[in-house]
């Protein structure tokens, strides 16, 4: 069953802009992912945050968790053409099984 | 080169007919998964493996079948039962203990 839902499900922005998306979740959680889909490939592993952790940075991602909204974000600043992918928040359930949300499309303009 | 590998890319089936989808990684990983993603969503857990020679159901194995006879391979037989078995089959694993996923390039299936 989905956990995560990310909001919103589509996001257009300038080259150089920031991007920001959000994960909302139902239960507790020992941590939260965000993953990278580029069309037609794979998931990337971007960053993990623990449930203990309020904010990590990561190159030019800063993820944020807020346990007491359940919720989490992801922010990409100085957006890039490359950074035009899906993204998914991914939270942990039983037996290191992950419930993937159904993702923000990020369009990054030249 | 370490990583996953899926193959193979495209596979058309027939309806009425079995097919295996390949899943080999040399990461030394334990634990193998295999995801479905339909457009527009999210990836949604078909079978799970934590060990050679078992295997759990995850959320939707209905129609679906796997193996684990080795800890490189995780094979994904998608049968006749599955009546909705065009997708973008995703195969990924993880370290022991660690709750970062690989992923492989996915398989896409589609039934004529």
């Known amino acids: 069953s989905q956990q995560g839902e990310e909001d919103p499900q589509a996001l257009s922005i300038q080259e150089g802009e920031n991007a920001t998306m959000n994960c909302s979740y139902k239960?507790?959680?020992?941590?939260l992912q965000w993953y990278r889909q580029n069309s037609g490939r794979g998931l990337v592993h971007l960053i993990l945050?623990?449930?203990?952790?309020r904010e990590k940075h990561s190159g030019r991602l800063r993820v944020t968790l807020d346990t007491s909204k359940k919720s989490s974000s992801l922010l990409i600043t100085a957006s890039r053409a490359a950074d035009t992918a899906s993204y998914f928040c991914?939270?942990?359930?039983?037996?290191?099984?992950?419930?993937f949300g159904a993702g923000t499309t990020v369009t990054v303009r030249a | 080169d370490g990583g996953i590998t899926q193959s193979p890319k495209y596979l058309f089936r027939k309806e009425g007919q079995n097919v295996t989808l390949s899943c080999e990684q040399n990461?030394?990983?334990?634990?193998m998964y295999w995801y479905r993603q339909d457009p527009g969503q999210g990836l949604r857990l078909i079978y799970y493996?934590?060990?050679?020679?078992?295997?759990q159901k995850g959320d939707i194995a209905e129609g679906y079948s796997v193996s684990r006879e080795k800890k490189e391979s995780f094979p994904l037989t998608v049968t006749s039962a599955q009546k909705n078995p065009t997708a973008f089959y995703l195969c990924?694993?993880?370290?022991?203990?660690?709750?970062?996923?690989?992923f492989g390039p996915g398989t896409r299936l589609t039934v004529l």
């Open positions: 945050i623990r449930s203990n952790e």
């Open positions: 991914a939270t942990d359930a039983n037996d290191y099984k992950l419930s």
């Open positions: 493996s934590q060990i050679v020679n078992d295997f």
């Open positions: 990461l030394n990983h334990d634990a």
């Open positions: 239960t507790s959680i020992n941590n």
């Open positions: 990924a694993s993880s370290n022991q203990g660690a709750w970062e996923q690989f």
